[in-house]
């Protein structure tokens, strides 16, 4: 069964500061990778998705994945207080489920 | 945008009780899913569907039923509650199965006392 984990469990950058956010899986078949955000008592929203290796780039975020390190991450430059939330990195697997991480909390200090 | 609404959006029951959870999804997905999400687990899938009348069980099933009645109703049955089931429930919808966005509800916060 697919595993995903994330790191770190929790984050605070500073305003403007870049965000740096991992996660591992573990189905080498895997080929959807997607990034989700989740402010606090809302829905968890679509950020990002990358279907093959290397880097994709969507204003101040960027995912990186390396499909031979079983690894993705997400990048969000110039960070700002909106960005604040809870972040799920999410992999589809086996049955073309998606497996969801725990997440990463993300707090942007101004 | 997609749009997906749940109801009711809190639900209080008591051990053993019955509960409906319901989702609507205006957007014409063929896919429709229940999570629930808990500190320490994240977002675990309960059941999923394909279609009207289309039922797959997910990772955490034990315990739920779900009904789809058509493309654009789907149910979550909880037939004797337990405080275990005490959650914050999403539904979700999409149009591509496994590799596309997906789209959520606002949540319904269960607790089971």
């Known amino acids: 069964q697919q595993k995903v984990q994330q790191s770190p469990e929790s984050l605070i950058v500073p305003e403007g500061a870049m965000t740096s956010l991992n996660c591992t899986f573990s189905?080498?078949?895997?080929?959807?990778f997607a990034w989700y955000r989740q402010h606090s008592g809302k829905a968890p929203k679509a950020l990002m998705s990358i279907f093959s290796n290397g880097e994709k780039e969507e204003g101040r975020f960027t995912i990186h994945l390396n499909k031979a390190s079983l690894h993705f991450s997400l990048h969000i430059r110039d960070s700002q207080p909106s960005d604040s939330a809870l972040y799920l990195c999410a992999v589809n697997s086996a049955g073309n489920k998606l497996t969801f991480g725990i997440g990463t909390r993300v707090l942007v200090r101004p | 945008e997609a749009a997906v609404t749940q109801s009711p959006r809190n639900k209080v029951t008591v051990t053993g009780g019955n509960v409906t959870l319901s989702c609507r999804q205006t957007?014409?997905?063929?896919?429709m899913y229940w999570y629930r999400q808990d500190t320490g687990h994240g977002l675990r899938l309960i059941h999923y569907?394909?279609?009207?009348?289309n039922l797959q069980i997910g990772d955490v099933p034990d315990g739920y039923k779900a009904t789809r009645t058509t493309q654009e109703d789907f149910f979550l049955l909880l037939e004797l509650a337990s405080p275990s089931q005490t959650s914050l429930y999403f539904c979700a919808s999409s149009d591509v199965w496994g590799g596309g966005e997906q789209y959520f509800g606002p949540g319904t916060r269960l607790t089971v006392l």
């Open positions: 957007n014409s997905h063929n896919y």
């Open positions: 569907s394909y279609g009207a009348g």
């Open positions: 189905d080498s078949a895997s080929q959807y």
